[in-house]
Structure formats: structure tokens, C-alpha cells
């Protein structure tokens, strides 16, 4: 059997050696063809998991722990190897596309410029292929030269060169971190439709970072539900959004807006929502027992003696088993 | 005695930016932000306005706390239309009404201790208020937000997200407004504390009597807090009405190309767009 195509297995990252650790044993295994949500809010570490994948950690952290790309260990691996994966095999998505194009290059020239790095084609034919990828994300000619610049083009539209960017040398790994979040719901419905179909096309694995439940349920496959740098669920996103066995994933769910049941008496005060109370804790002071004890409405005596680790909830033979880290998971499912 | 108006009343509001000229002798282009909104919001209540960016609700938002003045159309606040007031008039008029912004970052100034941003406000519109009673003002607003007292002492950098947005608030309720208008007040904040901020408006507008013109691209945030909701698109209102009623049953194709492209956990993997454009009416 050959190596997964991204294998975490206890990937951890820490502030200086033997530092404040940021991220905490994560597992997961994503091979082609799958999409994976990583869900969390601010400071869960879904945004540094990303960067430690593409190997743009900054200097002073420190990763332990295996984080392999078909095989080869990526902390191992020199700069010089890392480069020739980034933008070939492993490709990225930001939030912003207004600052993560180049501002004075064309969009032509950026989408061009991987795929004469990386596969060493002329400027003709890789000019050629941006045409064709600038069509294919919606941007056709001659409305939408390859000689645009990015702040001729609308929000939306800067991202879509951004996925035509993404796609230009056929990666195996898409990783999209919050790709719509500062887009309109319509724009952002067509993009994440569009990230959907190149996935689709291509055969590669997409994983999707974002805060928005409703995104993560409408595009993966899978998810994995991040807090205080660990991973508190996981499992197939059916069966995570049937029964939401983590209390953080149920609380993170019931205070979304989402969840709000506007019914009401006459005269009788608006439904609250289920805010949960507390603050994500600083890395610094995350306590040695679960993470989450502090602000859980479950919490019983044990919680605040034993670190939970991801355990199964299903009896097993399920492609991707049902996992949350906590030592009295929830059994009542939430779907309305 | 006069009759009840409405809190605040917006009547036909144009605003319009005139662009610059595409040649040396061309009429200068024209940008209608605002193209004859009209609204109603009662005491007591909360009005959503929805729409994506560039709409004109922010425009709308910025007409009506008197910081943009529109070529046609009135606002008034309690029958009292601001842009026929002197500037002492509108001072006086602006205590009824505040303004919470998106950004707690932006919208606080770094420099100034948590004392100093509430007492602006009073500082500016009522001068004449007493020591004494600055003082309990600021304990008054700080206790309504749920912050402690000794916060008064303290900087913006040293607070969260979510903490920032408590002192935003706090800010607004310092004149003890009637109104307060709320731009994405929320839109910054992370799900957990965003429900945490949402609940303590709606707490205070059932302690304080509170009315909210609420705006958002955040169909879900709008649907939570407000009375009635009006979806504004091209500078235009297309659909108003009670929120649960527009919510459950759309009128217009906008409204629901709105509330179908809107990502919803249990629809399962779907393609948006399309599912959208075929929404049921």
C-alpha cells in the first residue's frame, strides 16, 4: 500500500524548543479525492496547521510529531525540496485575495509564473494554459485579459484568479484557508461552487479551513472541529452534524445564529442565544486536564484531572470513524 | 401635545457621489448610493437592513446619524428632521441617538484609557454634565456591558475582541440614547462571542428601552436580533417586513437568492449557487 498523500500523526508545534505549544497532537490522514473542513474559532490553530503543512512557519516554532506528504517528511525536508512542492503538489488559497496578489504584476504573469517555475513551460505556452484557467473560473476573454491588474477586478473576481492560480500545476493538495469569508454569500456560493468543481476535475484533496459551519457542511466530506490547537471531533460530516458528540462542537453550533429558534410568546422576550460563556484560553495558560473543562456546561469532577484523547464513538468499519476528545461525550444529536 | 411619531423616520433619502469626469468634457458621472429609502422604526424596536457590499446601507447608516448629508429626503428622530437643525439643535439631538461600528479595533482609540473613549460622547454633546455625574455615567454604562469598574482605568490593547465591542457599546449608551445605530456591529467577532455580544444588546433593549437600526450582511446575525428587516439592493429597499415572515416566506427573487446562497449546516454538500437560483418562492 503506498503512503497516504497527507499523513498527520501527532503533529505538534511549539513556541521555541520545549516552548508554549500552539498545536497538540494532530492526527489525520487526507488522501486524493477527499475534502476535509478544519472548523474552529480564532486562535484554534486551523490557520497555523495550514502553515505548518506548506512550511511557512515562522523561524522560532518548533514542529515535533509526523507531518508527511506522500511519504516524505515535510519538517525534513530542505528548503530547497519544499520549494519545488509549493505551488506544484501542495497549492494555497487565502482570505484575502486583495493582498495575497501581487498588486503590480498581471494576472496573466501570476497564474503563468508556476507553471514556468515549476514545469519549466515558455512564456507563450504557460500564458497559453493561463488563458484556458482563466476561463474555466469564469473570467473569459477578451473581457478579462490575462494584462488585468488585480485592482481592476472585484472581490470576487480576484479570487477566482486566485483559484485559477491554485489550480495552474494540477496540485495534489488544495488548501483553502477561509476562501470566502470576506466575499458576499452570493459571490461566495458561486466560489465555493467553483472550488467544488476544480476539486471535482482534478482529483485533488481539498482542505478547508474556515469558522462557518455552514460552509464546511455544504462543501466536505469530513470534518475535523479545532480547539485550542487540538482536535476535539472528527468524523464524516453527516455523522458529526447528527450527533455533535463534543460539547464545544454543540456549543459552537447552538451559538451560531443558526441554531436560533425564533418561536416565541406573546410579549415574551426574544429568544437568547446560547453564547458559550468564557474565553478561548491563551496557549500560554491551557490548563494540563481537557481544554474546553473551564467553559463546558458538562463538566464533571474527572474532566478536570485527565487530558481526553480522541477516542471512537461507533464501533468501528466506518471509513472515517467518529472521534471526540472528551471524557463524557454527548449522546443527543442535534439535527432540527 | 404632538402625536407619537416614530423614533426615527427616513423619507424618500437620495444620496448621491458624483464621480470624477471620464474625459475633460463629459458630464461627471453620478453614483446613486441611496435612491429614495424610506423606513419606519417605532420605540422599543429593532430594524434590520440587509444587503451585500455596495448596497448602500452603510451610506443609509451614515444619513442617518446626521455624518452625511443627503441631497433629497429627510430623517427625522423623534418628528425632528436633523439636517433642518442649527449645530446646537443637532447636538442637542444627537444624545438620542449613537453609533456602534464594525471594528473594536478601529473604533477605539489606543491612546486614550477606557475613562476617556466613554466620556467622549458626553464630553462633546453635554458638556455641562456634572463630575458626579460622569462618574456614575460611566459605572452605570460599564455595569450595563458587564465589564467591572476598575476597566475604566484600563487601555483598549489590554481587552479582547469581544471586550472591545462591550466598551463600543458602552460608549453608545452613555448619553443614554433612545436609538442606537449599529453597523456590522458583530461581523468582527468570533461565533461563541459574537452570541455572547448579540444577547447583551438584546438584554439592554429590554432593560433600556433600546432601539436598534440594525445593519448587516449577516442574514443569520439579522434574523436573531431584529423586529422587521428591510433588504436593500442598488440603493434600493426591495423587500421590507416582520423578520420571521421575510425570513420564512421571501417575496422578492433577490431576497431569496439572498437567503438560498446563504451556507446552512444539515442542507448537506450541495451546489450553492444553483440551489439558489432555483429556490422555491
Known sequence: MSAPLLELDGLTVALGTGGVELLSGLSLVLERGERLGLVGESGSGKSLTA????????????????????????????????????????????????????PVMSIGAQIAEGRRLHLGESRAEAEAVARRLLDRVGLPGPRFDLGLYPHQL???????????MAAACGPDLLIADEPTTALDVTVQAQILDLLDEIVEETGAALLLITHDLGVVSETADRIAVMYAGRIVETGATEEVFARMA????????????????????????????????GMVPDPARRPAHCVFAERCGFVQPDCLRISPRLAPLDSGGARWPHLAACLHPRAGGLAP | ??????????????????????????????????????????AGSSLGIVGESGCGKSTLARCV??????????????????????????????????AVFQD???????????????????????????????????????????????????????????????????????????????????SALDVSIQAQALNLMMDLQERLGLSYLFISHDLGVVRAITDRVAVMQAGK?????????????????????????????????????RAAQEAPA
Do not use: C, W
Open chain 2, 104 to 186: 473594536p479595533y478601529g473604533s477605539l482609540d489606543p491612546r486614550h484609557d477606557v475613562r476617556r473613549i466613554l466620556l467622549e460622547p458626553l464630553a462633546s454633546l453635554q458638556p455641562e454634565t456634572s463630575r458626579a455625574e460622569r462618574e456614575s455615567r460611566i459605572l452605570e454604562a460599564l455595569e450595563a456591558v458587564g465589564l467591572p469598574s476598575a476597566a475604566a482605568g484600563r487601555y483598549p490593547h489590554e481587552f479582547s475582541g469581544g471586550q472591545r465591542q462591550r466598551i463600543a457599546i458602552a460608549r453608545a449608551l452613555i448619553t443614554r440614547p433612545a436609538l442606537i445605530v449599529a453597523d456590522e456591529p458583530v
Open chain 1, 51 to 102: 502553515l505548518a503543512i506548506m512550511g511557512l512557519l515562522p523561524e522560532q516554532m518548533r514542529v515535533s510529531g509526523g507531518l508527511r506528504f506522500a511519504g516524505d517528511d515535510l519538517p525534513a525536508l530542505p528548503e530547497e525540496r519544499m520549494r519545488r512542492l509549493r505551488g506544484r503538489r501542495i497549492a494555497m488559497i487565502f482570505q484575502e485575495p486583495m493582498t495575497a496578489l501581487n
Open chain 2, 1 to 42: 401635545m404632538r402625536t407619537a411619531a416614530p423614533l426615527l423616520e427616513v423619507r424618500d433619502l437620495v444620496r448621491e457621489y458624483p464621480l470624477p469626469r471620464p474625459s475633460l468634457f463629459a458630464p461627471r458621472p453620478v453614483l446613486r448610493a441611496v435612491q429614495g429609502v424610506s423606513l419606519t422604526l417605532p
Open chain 1, 246 to 277: 463534543h460539547p464545544y462542537s454543540q456549543g459552537l453550533f447552538a451559538a451560531s445564529p443558526y441554531g436560533l429558534d425564533l418561536r416565541r410568546a406573546p410579549g415574551g422576550p426574544r429568544p437568547r442565544l446560547k453564547a458559550i460563556p
Open chain 2, 65 to 98: 446619524m446626521g455624518l452625511e448629508r443627503p441631497q433629497e429626503g429627510q430623517v427625522l428622530i423623534d418628528g425632528e428632521d436633523i439636517y433642518a437643525l442649527s449645530r446646537a439643535g443637532l447636538r442637542r439631538a444627537r444624545v438620542k441617538f449613537q
Open chain 2, 237 to 273: 429597499i426591495v423587500e421590507e417586513g416582520p423578520t420571521q415572515e421575510v425570513f420564512a416566506h421571501p417575496r422578492h427573487a433577490y431576497t431569496r437568492r439572498l437567503i438560498g446562497s446563504a451556507p446552512k449546516p444539515f442542507s448537506g454538500r450541495r451546489r450553492r449557487a
Open chain 1, 154 to 164: 472585484s472581490g470576487g473576481q480576484r479570487q477566482r484568479v486566485m483559484i485559477a
